[in-house]
């Protein structure tokens, strides 16, 4: 009878013309979704309720690719796809998700990159239970979603907080010049909450733009084709291809010649003739990688010390690197404190 059937039946009175998206994933419950003009429209009548699924043992599916870099340290990119009939939260983040992959394909990278498909939260934990052992090889981590609505760019910042992919992030929205909002983790929201569990705490923040439940599309069907635009797509792709660029680049280094400066000219590090409009910015980058290259700053922590652009440091490290007056902190077997 319909009065029993009301109980099963979901809607928005608000949005009359909208249908939400509800779940029962975790007790054993039914029911149907539906627009409250349909729901108004029913007849007093008795209803047939047919429901063709099974509950019993199974499996839990998702996609992965493992693109292997010079080093096992792992970048992961995950994004969730239990609900693709969503277009921001969740289609967007797939197919932002996806032409990143496609990108680093055609690149040679530093680190190795993990991309992960997965069903929100279940999926992030049966991963996780699978994989345990070889988790600690994250060193840094997005969850990717709600990446095509108009939104400006928020960050959630990882469990530890201060991480360099926390860092990483918060310097490319800086140096975008547009409006965005960083919040710290709190474990509330999409799998970061997973990754970032005190047993694991990896280093995992999530970057979205308008973060869930605060559009009032959100769960529902107006979450459609017309709330994402394919500019915003593409700059919430540049976004996060931009962040993948400095985590390739961000090293640290050391010194090999710590005390005092070297002449710089004789290793062919300052121009002989002047002229050049930013000949004083490269300058003072060579003269603070080499001040700063101590193994413990990285090349983005030296670029927000001297108030430098990330790229011209980069620039300035390559040079000192070729010279052989600096060297990766990887490549040698000491700190710069036992070599002393």
Request: aromatic share 10%; charged share 20%.
């Amino acid at each position: 009878p319909l009065n029993e059937l009301r109980e099963h039946l979901y809607t928005l009175p608000e949005h009359p013309d909208w249908i939400p998206y509800r779940t029962s994933y975790y007790h054993e419950g039914w029911g149907f979704c539906i627009t409250h003009h349909q729901l108004k429209a029913l007849k007093d009548e008795t209803y047939e309720v047919c429901i063709d699924a099974s509950l019993e043992p199974g499996h839990l599916a998702y996609g992965e690719l493992l693109l292997e870099g010079d080093a096992q340290d792992e970048v992961l990119i995950s994004t969730h796809i239990c609900h693709p009939s969503l277009c921001n939260d969740n289609l967007s983040g797939i197919s932002v998700v996806t032409f990143l992959a496609k990108y680093m394909l055609t690149q040679k990278p530093r680190y190795t990159y993990r991309f992960l498909f997965i069903p929100g939260t279940i999926g992030a934990i049966a991963w996780l239970a699978i994989n345990e052992l070889q988790a600690s090889r994250i060193k840094h981590g997005l969850v990717a979603a709600l990446l095509g609505g108009r939104g400006h760019f928020t960050y959630k910042r990882s469990r530890i907080g201060n991480a360099e992919i926390d860092k990483v992030v918060e310097y490319v929205l800086s140096q975008n010049n547009i409006s965005n909002s960083v919040r710290d983790f709190e474990p509330y929201g999409y799998d970061e909450r997973q990754f970032c569990s005190p047993g694991f705490n990896l280093p995992v923040g999530s970057l979205t733009r308008t973060p869930y439940a605060e559009f009032p599309e959100y769960h529902t069907s107006a979450d459609n084709l017309d709330l994402v635009a394919p500019t915003v797509l593409e700059a919430s792709l540049e976004m996060y291809i931009q962040v993948v660029k400095v985590l390739e680049v961000n090293k640290r280094y050391i010194n090999v010649l710590p005390k005092c400066e070297p002449q710089l000219g004789k290793y062919g590090l300052y121009d002989k003739v002047g002229g050049q409009n930013n000949v004083r910015e490269v300058q003072l980058a060579l003269l603070w990688v080499l001040n700063l290259s101590d193994g413990e700053h990285s090349l983005l922590d030296i670029a927000q010390r001297a108030s430098l652009k990330f790229d011209i440091i980069a620039n300035a490290a390559a040079q000192l690197k070729k010279t052989g007056l600096i060297q990766e902190i990887s490549e040698r077997k000491h700190p710069l404190k036992e070599r002393l």
